[in-house]
């Protein structure tokens, strides 16, 4: 039997060294899957249980591999489906190839079963790329730009082959006019970096400036011992946005942690009180957390010029891979011999550590958020891929998660959709089936998708040499980060509604498909749940009965602006005597270090 496009599409993948496309079967491309079939499923699907969690589960695999995640569904509804990850790997700057199938191409144009115009509707989340085959000739070229473009872009590209085509036996492109070839597969970014003259104006900035800070986002991470120096050099304090979480470590004294709302007091600290900034590989939107305008002079280093300069008013922006241009730049910098500065923000970080600490052990009822995220701190394994879901536990996870050199982490840091933390940890384990994975997710995201993925944990977890993978879901009932929203920023009572879950045992679940469940409902059960679920022969889900009035409160609040915001909530709020009495202990430990 002669090729068919479907067996070259699989043979140009794995040229490619795709080793897995995440996706759902469907008529829309039976060509491809039959293809699968005669190829010895390889690359091998991965088989969600919807494709949006294909999505989800080629955006973990790209961001923990920086390689393209392939994911691929059928025609209309499942093309349809792939839309939320797409532009989760969008909004992140990250690398995915999606392969979609169509009707037949006799019958487009004709109102047929499952047509949806795929061209028009990817056109928006993959603008770097989206094209459709008609013939087979096309085949190398589509393939091969849509994967260069996904690297070179950091983004998601389409590629859409109708049903028909997919069963048509292979021709590949001749040496004649209106055909296009392709080069052999692969892809080797260029090394980029600003002129001389530039570099050299951000160094006399740097050099005269006092209190330097360093904003660092995911830009960084090739560059993270060049950022290290850098902060050595000035006495700067590194603040991380939330996607640089892992970039640096947090143990570094003059780390200073997360930033805006989900940040800490001492990243707060650091950018109201610092003379100047320099920002790298970040693309951080809030303005209003970073420096007053006027208050600092701004250099920002980021390697894609379209995104620079655009969220503080930076006096020198440096176009360029962070690494290179910070290593242009520190032959230039002059090490600060007064060390006032670095010594207030080392001792504003420990304080802040205490900080954590005291609030972890706020009482709650029955177990407080913080605390399941404060013993993992000590527990952690080394080389651990963590990643957390949208709402409160995306606060807890970027304030209370103590980062080490060599663990891994990450959510969706832009689009800040529901449903990725297991998925993207299911992604994780098979761009890295050595190593740990643990998923933070709320019951609201578990019960949108996260319980079914567990089927697909299940199903593919003897695969993996170390098959630790823990689920941490925060079983409180209530969609608390909406609910503390809707508290703060609306200054509306808790509207039970549209904020209560019904209740279920998540443990019940996970053992009655093979998985192992631990149910925690005290707090002094959490290390020893840890110490069970990281020690397992199986993936584990861990069901930890939270409270849902400890509140996630910003970093800037003062006392009494915490108190007459919670004294505003009290008439109406079912839950307003846990809030205000909570929130109180809970800022009390920062202001005051007491309960």
């Given at each position: 039997?002669?090729p068919?496009?479907?067996?070259?599409?699989?043979?140009?993948?794995?040229?490619?060294?795709?080793?897995?496309?995440?996706?759902?079967?469907?008529?829309?491309?039976?060509?491809?899957?039959?293809?699968?079939?005669?190829?010895?499923?390889?690359?091998q699907?991965?088989?969600?249980?919807?494709?949006?969690?294909?999505?989800?589960?080629?955006?973990?695999?790209?961001?923990?591999?920086?390689?393209?995640?392939?994911?691929?569904?059928?025609?209309?509804?499942?093309?349809?489906?792939?839309?939320?990850?797409?532009?989760?790997a969008?909004?992140?700057h990250?690398?995915?190839?999606?392969?979609?199938?169509?009707?037949?191409?006799s019958?487009?144009?004709?109102?047929?079963?499952?047509?949806?115009?795929?061209?028009?509707?990817?056109?928006?989340?993959?603008?770097?790329?989206?094209?459709?085959?008609t013939?087979?000739?096309?085949?190398?070229?589509?393939?091969?730009?849509?994967?260069?473009?996904?690297?070179?872009?950091?983004a998601?590209?389409?590629?859409?082959?109708?049903?028909?085509?997919q069963?048509?036996?292979?021709?590949?492109?001749?040496?004649?006019?209106?055909?296009?070839?392709s080069?052999?597969?692969?892809?080797t970014?260029?090394?980029?970096?600003?002129?001389?003259?530039?570099?050299?104006?951000?160094?006399?900035?740097?050099?005269e400036?006092?209190?330097?800070?360093?904003?660092?986002?995911?830009?960084?991470?090739?560059?993270?011992a060049?950022?290290?120096?850098?902060?050595?050099?000035?006495?700067?304090?590194v603040?991380?946005?939330?996607?640089g979480?892992?970039?640096?470590?947090?143990?570094?004294?003059?780390?200073?942690?997360?930033?805006?709302?989900?940040?800490?007091?001492?990243?707060?600290?650091?950018?109201?009180?610092?003379?100047?900034?320099?920002?790298v590989?970040?693309?951080?939107?809030?303005s209003q957390?970073?420096?007053?305008?006027?208050?600092?002079?701004?250099?920002?280093?980021?390697?894609?010029?379209?995104?620079?300069?655009?969220?503080?008013p930076?006096?020198?922006?440096?176009?360029?891979?962070?690494a290179?241009?910070?290593?242009?730049?520190?032959?230039?910098?002059?090490?600060?011999?007064?060390?006032?500065?670095?010594?207030?923000?080392?001792d504003?970080?420990?304080?802040?550590?205490?900080?954590?600490?005291?609030?972890?052990?706020?009482?709650?009822?029955?177990?407080?958020?913080?605390?399941?995220?404060?013993?993992?701190n000590?527990?952690?394994?080394d080389?651990?891929?963590?990643?957390?879901?949208?709402?409160?536990?995306?606060?807890?996870y970027?304030?209370d998660?103590?980062?080490?050199?060599?663990?891994?982490?990450?959510?969706?840091?832009?689009?800040?959709?529901?449903?990725?933390?297991?998925?993207?940890?299911?992604?994780?384990?098979?761009?890295?089936?050595?190593?740990?994975?643990?998923?933070?997710?709320?019951?609201?995201?578990?019960?949108?998708?996260?319980?079914?993925?567990l089927?697909?944990?299940?199903?593919?977890?003897?695969?993996?040499?170390?098959?630790?993978?823990?689920?941490?879901?925060?079983?409180?009932?209530?969609?608390?980060?909406?609910?503390?929203?809707?508290?703060?920023?609306?200054?509306?009572?808790?509207?039970?509604e549209?904020?209560?879950?019904?209740?279920?045992s998540?443990?019940?679940?996970?053992?009655?498909?093979?998985?192992?469940?631990?149910?925690?409902?005290?707090?002094?059960?959490?290390?020893?749940?840890?110490?069970?679920?990281?020690?397992?022969?199986?993936?584990?889900?861990?069901?930890?009965?939270?409270?849902?009035?400890i509140?996630?409160?910003?970093?800037?609040?003062?006392?009494?602006?915490?108190?007459?915001?919670?004294e505003?909530i009290?008439?109406?709020?079912?839950?307003?005597?846990?809030?205000?009495?909570?929130?109180l202990?809970?800022?009390?430990?920062?202001?005051?270090?007491?309960?």
């Amino acid at each position: 039997m002669a090729p068919t496009v479907g067996d070259y599409l699989l043979e140009r993948l794995r040229e490619w060294d795709v080793k897995h496309i995440f996706g759902y079967p469907g008529d829309g491309i039976n060509g491809i899957i039959a293809a699968l079939g005669r190829a010895d499923d390889r690359p091998q699907l991965v088989q969600a249980r919807h494709e949006e969690m294909a999505a989800f589960q080629a955006v973990g695999y790209a961001k923990f591999t920086g390689k393209p995640g392939v994911c691929m569904a059928t025609s209309g509804p499942g093309a349809i489906h792939l839309l939320n990850g797409l532009y989760d790997a969008k909004l992140d700057h990250v690398p995915v190839v999606a392969i979609v199938g169509q009707t037949a191409r006799s019958a487009m144009g004709g109102n047929y079963q499952q047509e949806v115009d795929l061209l028009s509707l990817f056109k928006d989340v993959a603008s770097s790329y989206v094209q459709m085959a008609t013939v087979p000739a096309q085949l190398p070229n589509l393939i091969d730009r849509a994967m260069r473009i996904a690297l070179a872009d950091h983004a998601p590209t389409a590629v859409i082959i109708p049903a028909d085509l997919q069963e048509e036996p292979y021709e590949g492109p001749s040496h004649a006019f209106k055909n296009v070839p392709s080069s052999p597969p692969g892809y080797t970014p260029s090394v980029t970096r600003a002129p001389d003259a530039e570099v050299a104006r951000a160094a006399e900035i740097l050099n005269e400036g006092s209190k330097v800070a360093i904003l660092a986002g995911q830009g960084a991470r090739s560059a993270a011992a060049e950022v290290m120096e850098v902060a050595e050099l000035t006495g700067a304090g590194v603040a991380k946005a939330l996607l640089g979480k892992d970039v640096l470590p947090d143990d570094l004294p003059y780390v200073t942690g997360a930033i805006g709302l989900l940040g800490t007091r001492p990243s707060y600290e650091l950018m109201r009180d610092c003379d100047t900034l320099l920002i790298v590989g970040s693309n951080f939107p809030y303005s209003q957390f970073l420096p007053e305008f006027g208050d600092a002079r701004g250099i920002q280093i980021d390697i894609d010029g379209r995104m620079i300069g655009m969220r503080y008013p930076t006096e020198v922006n440096l176009v360029g891979d962070a690494a290179e241009t910070l290593r242009a730049l520190i032959p230039r910098l002059e090490r600060k011999k007064k060390r006032s500065w670095r010594e207030t923000i080392e001792d504003n970080v420990a304080r802040w550590w205490g900080t954590v600490e005291r609030q972890a052990h706020v009482e709650a009822d029955p177990v407080n958020p913080m605390l399941l995220f404060w013993e993992l701190n000590s527990r952690i394994p080394d080389n651990a891929i963590v990643t957390a879901d949208s709402g409160s536990a995306a606060n807890w996870y970027a304030r209370d998660l103590k980062i080490r050199a060599g663990i891994r982490g990450s959510l969706s840091g832009t689009l800040a959709t529901m449903g990725p933390g297991v998925p993207y940890a299911i992604g994780a384990k098979f761009a890295h089936p050595d190593r740990p994975a643990i998923a933070f997710v709320g019951d609201g995201a578990m019960q949108m998708n996260g319980l079914a993925e567990l089927l697909t944990i299940k199903r593919y977890c003897s695969d993996w040499s170390d098959p630790r993978l823990v689920i941490a879901v925060l079983h409180n009932n209530d969609l608390n980060q909406v609910t503390w929203e809707l508290r703060a920023m609306s200054g509306a009572p808790k509207f039970e509604e549209s904020q209560n879950l019904p209740d279920m045992s998540y443990a019940a679940f996970a053992r009655s498909i093979g998985l192992e469940g631990i149910e925690v409902d005290k707090p002094e059960a959490i290390g020893s749940a840890w110490d069970r679920a990281l020690a397992a022969d199986r993936p584990v889900l861990l069901d930890v009965h939270c409270d849902p009035d400890i509140p996630p409160i910003p970093p800037h609040a003062e006392f009494e602006q915490m108190k007459d915001a919670a004294e505003a909530i009290i008439k109406g709020d079912p839950d307003s005597t846990g809030v205000v009495r909570k929130g109180l202990k809970t800022k009390a430990q920062e202001l005051f270090g007491k309960s």
